[in-house]
């Protein structure tokens, strides 16, 4: 599988920007993508993700409300719609597959099996 994740760029606090994940090769039904970040001088963290078969989607607390997930089907393609940004969403953004994750280790960087090359997302205050 295949991953290319695209939509960084510069945004206002305040502002909304959309990321996208396209998937490609064997990505199937049972596949769950995730989205994971990192500031500079952070860990990764995890930020939300996606189970295709069942539509289920978890959220990483800080930006649950602000940041939604929805899916193309057709273009095996993953959105992450981020809402009303803040400074401290500054990171750069990596998008992750793995099949059949349960529910309790989607939000898990190390159960994820393929990724993506990271883009920038800057928010200015």
């Known amino acids: 599988v295949q991953l290319q994740a695209s939509g960084g760029g510069l945004v206002q606090a305040g502002g909304s920007h959309r990321l996208s994940c396209a998937a490609s090769?064997?990505?199937?039904?049972?596949?769950?993508m995730g989205w994971f970040r990192q500031a500079p001088g952070k860990e990764r963290e995890f930020v939300a993700a996606?189970?295709?078969?069942?539509?289920?989607?978890r959220f990483a607390g800080s930006v649950r409300g602000r940041f939604t997930i929805s899916r193309d089907n057709g273009v095996n393609t993953v959105y992450l719609q981020m809402n009303s940004l803040k400074p401290e969403d500054t990171a750069v953004y990596y998008c992750?597959?793995?099949?059949?994750?349960?529910?309790?280790?989607?939000?898990?960087?190390?159960?994820?099996?393929?990724w993506g090359q990271g883009t920038l997302v800057t928010v200015s205050s």
């Open positions: 992750a597959t793995a099949a059949n994750l349960i529910t309790g280790r989607m939000s898990q960087a190390e159960a994820y099996t393929y």
């Open positions: 996606y189970r295709w078969s069942d539509r289920a989607a």
């Open positions: 090769g064997r990505a199937s039904s049972s596949y769950v």
